[in-house]
């Protein structure tokens, strides 16, 4: 039976959207596109409208992703226990992390380990303020659409990034986006820890603007077409754009000191990196060298079926439809 489900993504800078048609043989892309994020929720709506209608899109479900800075993300262990032991003892667990009443959140989990020599479960615990869910439900009804399934950017950036590259079981996860850098473990294809920075792209290009007196811009311009590659306009640009990545890598190494911790006897080798900032120039190059980790560039199109008449259009923009590809493989 095919089952249709639109992925939307409502970034700070850009809205993504694919749409899927899934069945138990393949899963194809029938649609996707993009446009700028309006400033007020109503200009949002309409824009999202006008995007799905110009896709086409012949189902109006659809699966959308929470700004993971405004979620609440932990990693728990508790004992092993029955499914309705769990959901009761969940909520006082949750209580230590959650600095809110708990009625003014959505708290969610899934066990995402299980320890038989520590009798311990390893859960992924997510709380959502009550007042985002509605302001995303809102949005997305207002667009004509049917919100079905809701979560954070970096679930769905993992669900995407295992699909494309299912040979990596063990890996780190960075997501580049305006606002923040998200940086998740994956360990036997599943997410086991998730860190959010509040350093994104605007942070970069404002750094630009400030130490060489440019336009936002212009500075965003130059941004995307110097990176870090030191070769270029004298390393002007690499030059102010490096102690921010200093912070990323520095916080990359701690993820894979913890993971160590983790799994004493497992390494991490690879690094995906998605997200709005994963074309910057030289950074693939830049993650390698100081990290000495094989690293690539997200790419949520392969292992999917895309419509051949719109894969040319996203190819150039792979890495930034990771979330909204990873929100319409999710199974609702």
Same mark, same amino acid.
């Given at each position: ?120 479960? =390893? ?6 303020? @009550?007042?985002?869910? +509605?302001?995303?439900? &809102? $949005? *997305?009804?207002?667009? /004509? ?108 190494? =701690? ?6 911790? @983790?799994?004493?006897? +497992?390494?991490?080798? &690879? $690094? *995906?990196?998605?997200? /709005? ?56």
């Amino acid at each position: 039976m095919q089952k249709l489900l639109l992925g939307l993504d409502i970034g700070t800078q850009t809205i993504k959207a694919v749409q899927m048609s899934r069945d138990k043989n393949s899963n194809q892309i029938l649609a996707a596109g993009f446009i700028p994020t309006p400033a007020d929720e109503k200009a949002m709506a309409d824009s999202i409208n006008r995007l799905v209608h110009d896709m086409k899109i012949s189902s109006s479900d659809v699966s959308i992703c929470l700004p993971s800075v405004n979620v609440i993300t932990r990693i728990l262990e508790m004992p092993i226990m029955t499914e309705n032991e769990l959901t009761s003892s969940i909520k006082w667990e949750a209580e230590q992390y959650i600095p809110m009443p708990l009625d003014k959140v959505k708290i969610d989990y899934s066990v995402i380990g299980k320890d038989e020599q520590t009798s311990k479960l =390893k859960i992924l615990l997510i709380a959502a303020p @009550l007042t985002l869910l +509605e302001k995303y439900i &809102n $949005i *997305t009804n207002s667009a /004509g659409l049917n919100p079905v399934a809701i979560e954070t950017e970096i679930l769905a950036a993992t669900r995407s990034i295992t699909t494309s590259f299912p040979q990596l079981s063990q890996a780190i996860v960075v997501s580049l986006g305006a606002s923040t850098t998200e940086i998740a473990l994956i360990h036997e294809q599943i997410l086991v820890y998730t860190k959010s920075i509040p350093l994104g792209g605007n942070t970069l290009t404002r750094a630009i603007a400030q130490e060489l007196g440019f336009e936002v811009a212009q500075a965003e311009e130059y941004k995307k077409a110097y990176g870090l590659e030191e070769d270029k306009l004298e390393g002007k640009i690499a030059k102010t754009l490096t102690p921010y990545f200093s912070t990323i890598f520095s916080e990359i190494e =701690k993820n894979v000191a913890y993971f160590k911790e @983790l799994y004493p006897k +497992e390494d991490i080798t &690879n $690094i *995906t990196v998605c997200g /709005g900032g994963a074309k910057l120039p030289g950074l693939i190059l830049s993650l390698t060298k100081n990290l000495g980790l094989d690293t690539q560039i997200s790419n949520p199109f392969i292992n999917l079926t895309v419509d051949p008449n719109i894969l040319p259009t996203l190819s150039t923009d792979a890495p930034t439809y990771t979330q909204a590809v990873g929100l319409a493989l999710k199974e609702v």
